[in-house]
């Protein structure tokens, strides 16, 4: 859950949020028991939470590529 906030903060906020949601619904199946449906649920919020990472990390090099152009040429 903690990975799911950091990301919806720093990254990208749509799928930040729904990494929240997915994180929600495996905490919420482990209570109950459904462990098939934890781990259905965890395995969408880790490649939620990677894509929010990585496309965080894109737009920051692509801002930084794009400052240092329009400075410098």
Do not use: P
Request: net charge positive.
């Amino acid at each position: 859950m903690v990975e799911s906030v950091l990301v919806t903060i720093f990254c990208c906020l749509l799928t930040g949020v729904l990494a929240l949601v997915y994180s929600h619904k495996t905490r919420a199946a482990i209570g109950r028991g459904d462990m098939a449906q934890a781990n259905v649920a965890s395995r969408k919020t880790q490649s939620l939470v990677l894509f929010s990472l990585l496309f965080g990390l894109f737009a920051s090099i692509s801002w930084v590529i794009y400052v240092l152009v329009a400075l410098y040429l």
